[in-house]
């Protein structure tokens, strides 16, 4: 029951962080978390050290919590280790992916491209994490992954400030989807740079915004 309940707390506060309604740099208040959700303190405890585990927020001993910042050198570390990574994991596995599971991932972004930001960043999240998951590597993987919780945080940040930042992103993914599918190791590093590059700009000028 109490695994449950944090359980449950830590998917309500999850999903409050990745969609920004609750915003990177808002303070939390456990008092106040107690009311909103009712979950009770000790499973509302476990579920924030889960999600301090997982870099979304700042818990600071006897002083408060906040949700994690992004700073232009997170944003630019983010970026940085996704062009270390995924271009390099999917020219070394380009016959690994499957042309159905990649076929797919296109029906989902199609079906997606015009509805809610948080459900294209969903279907974005999970194609670039199948990118690696390929490898078949753990450590790896998990990584990854924390990478892309971050990045998908970002994107419904960036969102809620320029209703255009989705512009350019279906052509984008059909782009490296159909360099995968072809197996052309150059165009899918061309590809996944240049898709990951346009997302740093727009990320930079909005965090550039708020200065």
């Known amino acids: 029951m109490a695994e449950a309940l944090t359980n449950q ?24 978390l107690l009311e909103e959700t009712s979950f009770g303190r000790t499973p ?25 910042p992004f700073t232009e050198k997170k944003i630019n570390d ?31 972004f199609e079906r997606a491209d015009g509805g809610p930001d948080y459900d294209e960043f969903q279907i974005d999240t999970s194609f670039h994490s199948y990118l690696v998951e390929v490898t078949g590597n753990d450590i ?5 992954h924390s990478v892309m919780l971050q990045q ?14 989705r512009v350019g992103n279906l ?16 165009d899918v590093h061309d590809m996944i740079i240049l898709h990951i590059n346009h997302s740093l700009v727009k990320s930079l000028k909005m965090i550039d ?3």
Request: aromatic residues 10%; glycine residues 2%; charged residues 30%.
């Open 152 to 165: 998908m945080r970002l994107a419904n940040y960036a969102a809620k400030y320029d209703t255009s930042n």
């Open 209 to 211: 915004s708020e200065k």
């Open 78 to 108: 983010l970026y940085q280790t996704r062009k270390l990574i995924e271009p390099t994991v999917c020219r070394k596995y380009i016959s690994f992916y499957s042309k159905s599971r990649l076929l797919s991932f296109m029906e989902q």
């Open 44 to 68: 509302l405890r476990e579920a924030l050290l889960m999600l301090q585990r997982e870099n979304l927020i700042d818990i600071f001993p006897r002083k408060g919590m906040r949700i994690s």
């Open 171 to 186: 052509a984008q993914h059909r782009a490296i989807i159909d360099a995968l599918l072809r197996e052309n190791e150059k």
């Open 140 to 144: 790896l993987i998990d990584l990854y």
């Open 9 to 32: 707390a830590h998917e309500y506060l999850y999903r409050k962080i990745i969609s920004c309604e609750y915003l990177p740099g808002q303070e939390l208040n456990e008092k106040q």
